[in-house]
């Protein structure tokens, strides 16, 4: 992550997304906002901190837990929530490798005009989701867990993710931001990536509200058209065809795509009855519930 300063004037964003949550969507939407705007000429294809001057913004995107949780929770789910772990560091690598050392800047305790948006899946289409990604990503490519004697056993199914590893990683990340949006709902707004999929542009727009930009003139409302057209599906995966990579560089597969249609519901052809029990039960530990998620 590049250090930059932030212009003073504008506001400080964060993005922070679920793995598998329209992460590289939301990205390319701000990048070809911001070019369509500005009239830069070159396209960011690499998170990074982004300095977007037409929206007077400094915005990271990472995968992270909410900034501030671990110093500000001590409540009756802390101990619990310890316990957690992420299957891969990938969760949280944002928090480790730049939130972690600017908490001054990210938590809405220490900074109250920090602006965060956590962009989220339902849990059950996320862990379908992640494990067909995982199969071909360079590093977790064969997904294990430890067996009961110690030993290394490769999971062969989204049921078994789930169980293992997949809904564990979900509540560690989901339940920080869940809690802190109580106390700073002003600074945290959760975004359902189920909302983002079925109506873009309000979303998006939305979003950018949050983050203190309004449009006032035709021609910038008509530049959010132009920025929604350029990154839709086949417009993304041509990104993919001009890198000769997916777009987050991850995938050992040749050819293999990050996006994969993101489609609502497609857990019902990966798990079982007794799999959405044991999501069930496992969440209500955290006072959480699948009744929360748009799951269809």
Not at 190 to 214: G, S
Not at 234 to 254: F, G, H, T, W
Request: charged share 20%.
């Amino acid at each position: 992550m590049a250090r930059y300063e932030i212009p003073e004037g504008y506001t400080v964003g964060l993005l922070a997304t679920m793995p598998r949550s329209g992460t590289w969507y939301s990205f390319y939407f701000f990048e070809f906002l911001d070019i369509y705007l500005s009239g830069r000429s070159t396209l960011n294809t690499r998170m990074n901190l982004e300095i977007y001057d037409s929206l007077k913004l400094g915005k990271i995107s990472v995968h992270s837990i909410c900034p501030g949780f671990p110093d500000l929770y001590h409540g009756s789910h802390r101990e619990r929530w310890n316990e957690l772990e992420f299957y891969v560091d990938g969760y949280n690598y944002g928090y480790q490798k730049f939130i972690g050392n600017n908490i001054a800047t990210y938590s809405p305790a220490l900074n109250p005009a920090i602006r965060i948006i956590y962009l989220f899946r339902n849990p059950l289409d996320q862990v379908v989701s992640y494990f067909r990604h995982a199969r071909h990503n360079k590093n977790q490519h064969k997904i294990v867990s430890q067996g009961t004697d110690g030993s290394s056993v490769e999971m062969s199914s989204s049921s078994e993710f789930l169980r293992l590893a997949g809904l564990e990683a979900y509540i560690k990340q989901y339940f920080t931001f869940k809690i802190m949006v109580k106390t700073y709902p002003q600074n945290i707004l959760m975004v359902p990536y189920e909302h983002l999929k079925r109506n873009p542009e309000a979303i998006f727009v939305k979003m950018l509200t949050f983050w203190n930009k309004t449009f006032d003139t035709a021609e910038e409302r008509q530049c959010i058209q132009k920025a929604l057209n350029s990154c839709t599906p086949e417009s993304l995966q041509n990104i993919e065809v001009a890198l000769q990579s997916s777009l987050a560089r991850d995938q050992m597969k040749p050819g293999e795509s990050h996006i994969r249609g993101g489609e609502i519901g497609k857990w019902q052809n990966e798990l079982s009855d007794s799999d959405v029990d044991f999501a069930e039960t496992r969440l209500a530990e955290f006072g959480l519930t699948l009744q929360q998620f748009e799951l269809t």
